[in-house]
C-alpha cells in the first residue's frame, strides 16, 4: 500500500460551458448522473488499495458538482472514506437550503464558490449566471447549515475590467468574510471560443495584470488575510486554533501523493503519474464491467520529481526544504536572485523567495531552475 492521503473526485457536469473554460465539463446529460457516480465508487473500489486510512482531504470538483442530481451526489458523499477536510466545490446559484443541508449531514465542512466577479456587465463577459445576491445568499445559506469555512474565487484580467471594478470585487468579497480566498488571473486557453471573440481586449488587459495582482495582494493582506500561496489567500483566527489554507490543494504544492477519480482526473502515486481519458461513454463503459478506465500514464524520474517540487514549493510563503533538491537549482542563478532581493536562503537548508520575489512569481522560478 502506498498510503495516499488525498483524494480528488470529478464531477464534470455543467448547465452551460463558459467560453473561457477549458476543463472537461458535460453540458446537461442529466440521464447520466447516477450511472457517472456508479462508475466513480467502481473506480475507487479498483484504486483502493492506493489510499490510505484515514485520509487527510477529499475535494470534490468540476464542472459543477453541487449541479450533480441530488441523490446521486448524496450516494457519493456517504459512499466516501471520511476525511479531516472534505471540500465541495458550487457555483452560487446552485446553493439552496437543501443543498446546503445535504452537504452538511455528509460531512462537507469546506465549500468552495466560484463568485469570479461582483459586477454585473464582467459576469455577462464570463458567461456566468449568478449575481451578487446569489452569491450573497450561498454564503449565508451554507452558514445556516453550519458550513463555516467559505472560498471564495475571484478572477481578474477581465476583457473591459478597470482597476476601480477590481477594487470594488476585492470590496463585496471581504464584506462577506469569507475563511478564504482565490484570486487568480484570467486564462483564456487559445481555441477557445473567448479567445476567438476577446482576443485583443485580453492582449490589451494583459499589460495591465501586474498591477492587478499586486492590488489584490495589497488589499488582502491588509485586511489581514495571509497570503499563503501566489493565488491564495486566508484568514487568521484570534485564538490561531483553525487553519484554513487548503489542505488539499497544499497536498499538490507540497508534493504530496494523491488519487483522482472521474473522467479527466490526474493521479500522481510514488514514481507514477496517469490520467483518465476525457471521454465519459468510455469511462462508463470500462466501470461498468469492472477494469480500468482508458487512462495515459507517464513515468516519473528523479529529476521531473524535483524541478516540480520546486515550482510548487516555491509559490508557498512557507521554506521550501532543499534537502535533494541541489540538482534542480542553478546556483548562479541563486546568488543573483538573493543579491537582487527576491530569494533568501537559510544556510543551505531552505529556500524561499521574497514577497518582491513571489510577486515576480514564475518567472524567479523559471530563472532558478537548473
Known amino acids: 500500500m502506498s498510503g495516499v492521503r488525498h483524494l480528488y473526485v470529478h464531477l464534470p457536469f455543467c448547465a452551460h460551458r ?12 442529466r440521464d447520466s448522473h447516477e450511472a457517472y457516480v456508479e462508475a466513480l465508487l467502481g473506480e475507487l473500489d479498483l484504486e483502493h488499495d492506493h489510499l490510505a486510512e484515514p485520509l487527510e482531504t477529499v475535494y470534490l470538483g468540476g464542472g459543477t458538482p453541487t449541479l450533480t442530481a441530488p ?8 459512499s466516501l472514506p471520511p476525511a479531516a477536510e472534505l471540500t465541495v466545490e458550487a457555483n452560487p446559484e446552485t446553493v439552496t437550503p437543501s443543498l446546503a443541508r ?3 449531514r455528509n460531512r462537507v465542512n469546506r465549500v468552495s464558490i466560484g463568485a469570479q466577479s461582483f459586477h454585473h456587465g ?20 451554507l452558514r445556516d447549515a453550519n458550513i463555516d469555512n467559505i472560498s471564495l474565487d475571484l478572477l481578474y484580467g477581465i476583457p473591459g475590467q478597470s482597476p476601480s471594478d477590481l477594487a470594488r470585487d476585492l470590496e463585496e468579497a471581504l464584506a462577506l468574510e469569507p475563511q478564504h480566498l482565490s484570486c487568480y488571473e484570467l486564462e483564456a486557453k487559445p481555441g477557445t471560443r473567448f479567445t476567438h471573440t476577446f482576443g ?9 495584470l501586474e498591477g492587478y495582482f499586486e492590488r489584490v495582494v495589497d488589499t488582502l493582506t491588509a485586511t489581514g488575510y495571509r497570503w499563503y500561496e501566489t493565488a491564495n489567500f486566508c484568514r487568521h483566527t484570534e485564538s490561531g486554533t483553525r487553519d484554513f489554507r487548503s489542505r488539499h490543494n497544499l497536498a499538490y504544492w507540497r508534493g504530496k501523493d494523491y488519487l483522482g477519480l472521474g473522467i479527466g ?17 468510455a469511462y462508463l463503459e470500462a466501470l461498468a464491467t469492472g477494469t480500468d478506465p482508458p487512462r495515459e500514464v507517464e513515468p516519473l524520474d528523479d529529476e521531473i520529481k524535483r524541478r516540480e517540487r520546486v515550482m510548487l514549493g516555491l509559490r508557498l510563503d512557507e521554506p521550501l526544504d532543499l534537502a535533494g533538491m541541489e540538482a534542480a537549482l542553478d546556483q548562479p ?7 537582487l532581493g527576491l530569494a533568501v536562503r537559510q544556510g543551505r537548508e531552505t529556500l524561499t523567495l521574497t514577497p518582491r520575489g513571489r510577486l515576480l512569481g514564475g518567472g524567479v522560478t523559471a530563472e532558478l531552475l537548473a
Request: aromatic share 4%.
Open 18 to 29: 463558459c467560453g473561457y473554460c477549458d476543463f472537461v465539463t458535460i453540458v446537461g446529460r
Open 71 to 78: 441523490d446521486a451526489l448524496e450516494r457519493l458523499l456517504d
Open 102 to 104: 445535504l452537504l452538511s
Open 122 to 141: 464582467l459576469l455577462s463577459v464570463l458567461e456566468r449566471r449568478a449575481g451578487l445576491d446569489d452569491v450573497r445568499r450561498a454564503v449565508h445559506t
Open 200 to 208: 485583443d481586449e485580453l492582449a490589451r488587459q494583459s499589460e495591465a
Open 265 to 281: 482526473a490526474v493521479s500522481t502515486v510514488g514514481c507514477l503519474r496517469w490520467r483518465n481519458a476525457p471521454r465519459l461513454r
Open 333 to 339: 542563478a541563486l546568488d543573483r536572485l538573493e543579491s
